[in-house]
């Protein structure tokens, strides 16, 4: 058996990873010239991690990943604490602790398990096709390839997708663009190993820690899409934001590097049920486009790559029939994910001002069991976390 993969980010790297553990050959394309992700880091809740260590980078990703042993909500205005609580009895319930990860490390991680060399860059598919024996890709530069499976993981603007669904979507704007980057660990803006999340007037500054003494960052603003930004002036934007906030937030604003902090407009797509078509199918955000706010995009991706293994597994020599099955596995578990993260995006940017305000006051009587409840169960449900 033979698989293309177009698309070296997460969702493909572990897919390609996935099928050789099988015995699959495999080929991965990919359109950029070199690995430079946008986007500082991942939350990787303990789902992905699963996923991971499945795939054989247990140890990898652990040296990679942050320790977070509690969480806390911070009053953005005040800098009071709403509510702090441990970590560790969700790490028991789940079985497994999360890892946030800076993403260009994650992403090299799985390109090297995979072999750096063996990943064709700077090729970008133009037209994909479905075919009684092969299904075919052709790329910018006029080369084409043919395999007897074909894997879109070709991100949220997927051309897989437009084949698959046989036409183009409209993503939609959820309202919101998030600032992020990397910072050293610095106890007046939370402790070093604790994800610390300030909120207020349905806006959002959160940490958490990523190794070497890192932590990853973000700032939602809610702006109108296609507000006008120029790269670098990222300080002044957010000091305009969030001028009146708690110091841990201005500590947070004075010591952030303006060159490196991404601003990245959210948009996500309405869960769709056709992921196949013939021998392509589409994986990770080609198939799934979610708001990050439960952090399961990725991790989802890698659910994927999971799940198309087992399918192959269970249907070997029948290329038809393991997609299907793939689907099967993952559309409802995927688009389940991505309506969770849809309505966590509402409460969080106050949609509506009441709910917002209610979830303020609930979290100053958090003592973290409804909290944990909630991301247990975006974390059960995928191939290597079933609920039993
Ligand atoms: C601000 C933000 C925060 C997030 N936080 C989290 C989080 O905490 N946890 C989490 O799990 N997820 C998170 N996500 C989601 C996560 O980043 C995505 O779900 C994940 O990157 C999807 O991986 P992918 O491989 O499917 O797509 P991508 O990472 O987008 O990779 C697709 C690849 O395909 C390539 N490609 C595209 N078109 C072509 C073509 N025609 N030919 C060849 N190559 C092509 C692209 O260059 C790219 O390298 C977040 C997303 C955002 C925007």
Redesign the pocket.
């Known amino acids: 058996m033979k698989a293309v993969i177009?698309?070296?980010?997460?969702?493909?790297m572990s897919a390609a990873i996935a099928l050789r553990q099988i015995g699959f050959e495999t080929a991965v394309?990919?359109?950029?010239t070199e690995n430079k992700?946008v986007?500082a880091a991942?939350?990787?809740?303990s789902n992905?991690v699963k996923c991971l260590n499945y795939l054989g980078l247990e140890e990898q990703t652990a040296r990679l990943g942050g320790i977070v042993d509690t969480m806390s909500y911070i009053d953005g205005f005040t800098g009071d604490t709403m509510c702090r609580f441990s970590m560790q009895p969700l790490i028991d319930e789940v079985g497994q602790r999360p890892y946030p990860i800076a993403r260009a490390e994650l992403q090299l991680m799985l390109m090297q398990a995979y072999g750096l060399d063996e990943i064709a860059f700077g090729?970008?598919?133009?037209a994909v096709e479905d075919g009684p024996e092969a299904a075919t890709a052709t790329f910018a530069d006029g080369t084409t390839v043919s395999a007897d499976v074909i894997i879109g993981?070709?991100?949220?603007?997927?051309?897989t997708r437009e084949y698959v669904l046989g036409g183009p979507v409209t993503r939609r704007y959820a309202g919101y663009v998030?600032f992020?980057g990397l910072v050293q660990t610095d106890d007046r803006i939370g402790p070093a190993t604790e994800w610390t999340t300030y909120v207020g007037d349905g806006k959002r500054v959160s940490v958490m820690p990523v190794a070497d003494n890192r932590f990853y960052f973000?700032f939602d603003v809610v702006e109108p899409q296609g507000t006008q930004y120029e790269r670098g002036s990222a300080r002044e934007v957010l000091r305009a934001h969030f001028g009146e906030w708690a110091p841990g937030v201005q500590v947070l604003i004075d010591t952030l590097d303006p060159a490196t902090t991404n601003r990245?407009e959210?948009l996500d797509l309405d869960p769709f049920y056709t992921w196949v078509k013939g021998r392509v199918a589409v994986?990770?955000?080609?198939a799934h486009n979610?708001t990050?706010d439960i952090?399961?995009?990725?991790?989802?991706?890698m659910e994927d790559a999971i799940a198309l293994q087992w399918a192959f597994r269970d249907h070997p020599a029948d290329v038809h029939g393991a997609l299907l099955a793939y689907q099967q596995a993952r559309a409802d578990r995927a688009g389940d994910l991505v309506l969770r993260a849809r309505k966590r995006c509402d409460v969080t940017h106050a949609k509506d001002p009441d709910t917002t305000a209610q979830w303020y006051s609930e979290l100053r009587n958090e003592d973290g069991g409804n909290i944990i409840r909630g991301i247990v169960g975006n974390i059960m449900g995928g191939p290597v976390t079933p609920v039993i």
């Open positions: 177009i698309g070296a980010g997460m969702g493909g394309y990919e359109r950029v992700p986007g991942i939350s990787v809740w992905g090729m970008q598919m133009v993981a070709d991100g949220a603007g997927s051309l998030n992020n973000f990245v959210i994986l990770g955000d080609a979610t990050p952090g399961q995009g990725g991790c989802s991706a």
